[in-house]
């Protein structure tokens, strides 16, 4: 299916790895012109030359800081025209209400929950003159409220209700916001976490993919599975879809 966003402008935010790293190569592949954005100039320098040479379309990048409002607002200004913003970069650490102390929860929310917000804002205006598409890459916590990752939780609600409202207010504008709740994702993050759960709870880091034997499916989603939900909610195929979050966890628990 040609998605039609040949020719399209998309910025990408965490994009050296993970769910951000293959929504650029799926933008890419469907002829989107990428900026992409994350802290390590390195990794972005060789995750542009990568799809440069597999995709044949125009790569940008930009290390930033995005956990830092200068550093969003310097992003933002290099951008030129835009039709869709990838709102992605972001890890919340886990731990309950006494583990997380108030630095950390600060770190976190300033990269993700306030990333989100100051970036969707900024780049309204230009995304507003082209008719485009916020994409946030949030997370099932937010509807799940898992206790041991009550950081995660919170920020991941709060921008759940931030991608709904901001929704009403852009189809007045002809723009669209969207967001992706995924669930388990196969990413070196998820196998961090889960190695680091093996060891407290099995005594064994090694034993981490036990864990991933009782998701739906037996597995954790594959980043290709989010980053085509996030490229065709993106594109005109799905020019209704507003104000929406598709959760993509493999189904209900119970």
């Known amino acids: 299916m040609d998605l039609q966003l040949r020719g399209k402008k998309a910025l990408v935010t965490g994009a050296t790895q993970g769910i951000g790293r293959e929504t650029a190569e799926v933008l890419a592949e469907e002829g989107c012109e990428l900026l992409l954005a994350s802290r390590d100039a390195a990794r972005l320098a060789e995750a542009a030359e990568a799809i440069r040479a597999e995709h044949g379309v125009p790569v940008a990048t930009l290390a930033a800081d995005l956990s830092v409002e200068a550093e969003r607002l310097r992003l933002a200004a290099a951008v030129g025209e835009l039709d869709v913003l990838v709102n992605n970069a972001g890890a919340i650490p886990s731990g309950n209400l006494q583990q997380i102390d108030h630095a950390a929860w600060q770190r976190a929310w300033d990269l993700k929950v306030f990333g989100y917000i100051d970036l969707s804002r ?5 995304l507003q003159a082209r008719r485009g598409v916020i994409v946030n890459i949030i997370g099932s916590a937010g509807e799940g409220f898992p ?5 995660g939780a919170a920020g991941n609600a709060a921008l759940m209700a931030f991608t709904r ?4 207010a852009a189809a007045r504008d002809g723009m669209r916001v969207v967001g992706i709740n995924p669930g388990p994702v196969s990413t070196p993050r998820h196998e961090r976490r889960s190695r680091a759960r093996a ?3 099995l005594g064994d880091a090694g034993r981490w993919q036990e864990f991933d034997a009782d998701l739906p499916f037996g597995r954790a989603a594959t980043p290709r599975e989010i980053a085509s939900a996030a490229a065709f909610l993106a ?5 209704y879809t507003n104000g ?3 959760t993509i966890n493999g189904g209900p628990d119970s």
């Not at 900024?122 to 230009?126: D, H, I, N, R, V």
């Not at 594109?235 to 020019?239: K, L």
Request: glycine share 12%; net charge positive.
């Open 199 to 201: 060891g407290q709870e």
């Open 235 to 239: 594109s005109p195929r799905s020019g």
């Open 244 to 246: 929406t979050i598709l």
């Open 165 to 168: 409202a901001l929704g009403k």
């Open 147 to 151: 206790p041991d990752y009550i950081a």
């Open 122 to 126: 900024s780049l309204y205006a230009k």
